[in-house]
């Protein structure tokens, strides 16, 4: 099993700049991809960006030019640049760990909120 913490959550206003960070532990030598999620209450679970441990990217057309993620891979730190911010992005954002191996799954942090204000 993968162990994810996360930090960089917050309180910003709108236009303003965030960088979530996502430190991975333990299992971590069959990851082939790291990303961010967010949900709101009531709404389903939902991609906002994906990298692969080649540097491959992923992202919602809602957050294209605007969000940036990127893998430290040494560090083992997977982090999420939130430029531009909106009222919509406010959600609580969820660190993800997609296993390859030897048990493919997917492993989850605990979630940060980010809260935009208008």
């Known amino acids: 099993q993968v162990r994810l913490v996360e930090s960089g959550g917050g309180l910003v206003q709108a236009g303003g700049s965030l960088r979530l960070s996502c430190a991975a532990s333990g299992s971590i030598f069959g990851i082939d991809a790291m990303g961010w999620y967010r949900q709101d209450p009531g709404k389903q679970r939902e991609l906002v960006a994906q990298i692969t441990t080649g540097g491959s990217t992923n992202y919602a057309d809602s957050v294209k030019g605007r969000f940036t993620i990127s893998i430290d891979n040494p560090k083992n730190t997977v982090y999420l640049q939130m430029n531009s911010l909106k009222p919509e992005d406010t959600a609580v954002y969820f660190c993800?760990?997609?296993?390859?191996?030897?048990?493919?799954?997917?492993?989850w942090g605990q979630g940060t909120q980010v809260t935009v204000s208008s």
């Open positions: 993800n760990a997609r296993r390859a191996y030897p048990v493919p799954g997917n492993d």
